[in-house]
């Protein structure tokens, strides 16, 4: 007896509409969407940035005479080699600052509970909310020889200090403003940091200090390296605060710029101090971004370790 077999289905032709399309097709079509999504943001880039940059490059070079003598007095003239000096001495005194200020800070919010790190945040977030203007005026006041640092200072018996005008007043108030730019990444990697690694470190005969600094402190340098970053990136090109707060024997690079603009109209040596302060940003991200990678690899292999004796 022949035994009947079912018929079969026919198979779908894979250029039928409905049926699935290949994988590098899709692939494809997403990545073009990508492209596209991304134009806007490449024209912003150009149109504001590249267009501009090449600009004062241009005028750093041609006026007021062709050549590198723009360049060569930022070297040579003791004022625009003072002035940059002391941009680069103040960005780093703000940025030790917030990096000392911050660290403890963040580290508290991590070890309270959840209603007083919301306060914690809070205290981080308000300057966001407040014009940058408004608070360098808030400093002007409090800075004045009668103002409240220094009838606090005073009640202490260390006051009263002349404080608008100078270098530390200038700092107080700078640090106040990019306190937040720190807080708020170290914060983020402290979170992500498993204190069973301290605690192993600590179980195998570690002193406290020992273990914060050879475990925690590494673990948590990817938020540091990233908010002094910002500080000192901020800070090098930071204009507003300075220009009240301080003085004019205390001007820093975005200051002199302004003057070179708008009462020498020296457009050339405005350009060139310009490119030099974005090629030394460049080199501070390049420097920061290799000293991450280097620490990172090194974090990353102690933390295996530790993890393994977990």
């Given at each position: 007896?022949?035994?009947?077999?079912?018929?079969?289905?026919?198979s779908r032709a894979p250029t039928e509409p409905g049926s699935a399309r290949p994988p590098?097709?899709?692939?494809?079509?997403?990545?073009?969407?990508?492209?596209?999504?991304?134009?806007?943001?490449?024209?912003?880039?150009?149109?504001?940035?590249?267009?501009?940059?090449?600009?004062?490059?241009?005028?750093?070079?041609?006026?007021?005479?062709?050549?590198?003598?723009?360049?060569?007095?930022?070297?040579?003239?003791?004022?625009?080699?003072?002035?940059?000096?002391?941009?680069?001495?103040?960005?780093?005194?703000?940025?030790?600052?917030?990096?000392?200020?911050?660290?403890?800070?963040?580290?508290?919010?991590?070890?309270?509970?959840?209603?007083?790190?919301?306060?914690?945040?809070?205290?981080?977030?308000?300057?966001?909310?407040?014009?940058?203007?408004?608070?360098?005026?808030?400093?002007?006041?409090?800075?004045?020889?009668?103002?409240?640092?220094?009838?606090?200072?005073?009640?202490?018996?260390?006051?009263?200090?002349?404080?608008?005008?100078?270098?530390a007043g200038v700092t107080v108030a700078m640090a106040q403003v990019m306190l937040p730019?720190?807080?708020?990444?170290?914060?983020?990697?402290?979170?992500?940091?498993?204190?069973?690694?301290?605690?192993?470190?600590?179980?195998?005969?570690?002193?406290?200090?020992?273990?914060?600094?050879?475990?925690?402190?590494?673990?948590?340098?990817?938020?540091?390296?990233?908010?002094?970053?910002?500080?000192?990136?901020?800070?090098?090109?930071?204009?507003?605060?300075?220009?009240?707060?301080?003085?004019?024997?205390?001007?820093?690079?975005?200051?002199?710029?302004?003057?070179?603009?708008?009462?020498?109209?020296?457009?050339?040596?405005?350009?060139?101090?310009?490119?030099?302060?974005?090629?030394?940003?460049?080199?501070?991200?390049?420097?920061?971004?290799?000293?991450?990678?280097?620490?990172?690899?090194?974090?990353?292999?102690?933390?295996?370790?530790?993890?393994?004796?977990?």
């Open positions: 007896m022949a035994v009947s077999t079912p018929p079969r289905r026919a590098g097709r899709g692939r494809g079509l997403l990545a073009r969407a990508t492209l596209l999504l991304a134009v806007p943001a490449v024209v912003v880039l150009v149109v504001f940035f590249v267009v501009p940059a090449l600009r004062l490059l241009w005028l750093s070079v041609t006026t007021p005479e062709p050549g590198l003598g723009n360049y060569t007095a930022i070297l040579t003239d003791e004022v625009s080699l003072t002035v940059v000096l002391r941009t680069l001495g103040m960005a780093a005194i703000v940025t030790v600052v917030c990096l000392l200020v911050a660290y403890p800070y963040a580290y508290l919010m991590t070890i309270v509970s959840g209603r007083w790190r919301a306060v914690l945040l809070a205290v981080v977030l308000i300057p966001f909310w407040t014009s940058l203007m408004a608070r360098t005026f808030a400093w002007v006041v409090l800075l004045q020889d009668n103002g409240l640092v220094n009838t606090v200072l005073g009640a202490i018996g260390i006051g009263p200090l002349r404080m608008l005008g100078t270098t730019f720190v807080v708020l990444p170290v914060y983020t990697t402290m979170r992500g940091i498993d204190r069973k690694l301290v605690d192993a470190a600590l179980s195998l005969g570690a002193r406290p200090v020992a273990a914060f600094r050879q475990v925690y402190l590494p673990l948590s340098f990817p938020g540091v390296a990233a908010g002094a970053t910002l500080v000192m990136v901020l800070s090098l090109g930071f204009y507003v605060t300075p220009s009240l707060v301080g003085s004019p024997q205390q001007s820093m690079l975005a200051q002199f710029i302004s003057v070179q603009v708008n009462q020498l109209v020296n457009f050339g040596a405005a350009g060139a101090l310009a490119v030099a302060l974005l090629v030394v940003t460049l080199v501070l991200l390049g420097g920061v971004a290799l000293l991450t990678r280097t620490r990172g690899t090194r974090s990353s292999a102690g933390a295996g370790v530790a993890g393994g004796l977990v």
